[in-house]
């Protein structure tokens, strides 16, 4: 079973972050902000049985979701940031450098 790294990046501020795969809740935390010097909130991972992921993320408390479908076979990593205009993903297959 391939591993799914999500990775909150850029834009949180003290946000509700709900997180599911496959429409499952994986994850659902409050008070989750970026530390600015490094680029990163919070993160969590799971290993998938589906050869395709179902990745939605909400923060309910600014009325904003955004979901992403794509294949999986190899450990993959997304990582989530939020801007101007809203929920913004970025899938890679290699895991993020944080200092």
Not at 12 to 19: K, L
Not at 35 to 43: N, T, V
Request: aromatic residues 8%.
């Amino acid at each position: 079973m391939p591993l799914l790294h999500v990775a909150l990046q850029e834009g949180f501020s003290n946000d509700t972050v709900e997180i599911r795969v496959n429409g499952t809740e994986l994850f659902r935390k409050s008070g989750v902000s970026t530390r600015l010097q490094i680029g990163f909130a919070d993160s969590v991972e799971t290993e998938v049985e589906a050869d395709a992921v179902d990745l939605a993320v909400s923060l309910p408390q600014k009325s904003l979701s955004k979901s992403i479908v794509f294949p999986i076979s190899d450990p993959t990593y997304v990582g989530v940031s939020v801007e101007a205009q809203g929920i913004v993903f970025n899938v890679s297959m290699e895991p993020f450098g944080y200092l």
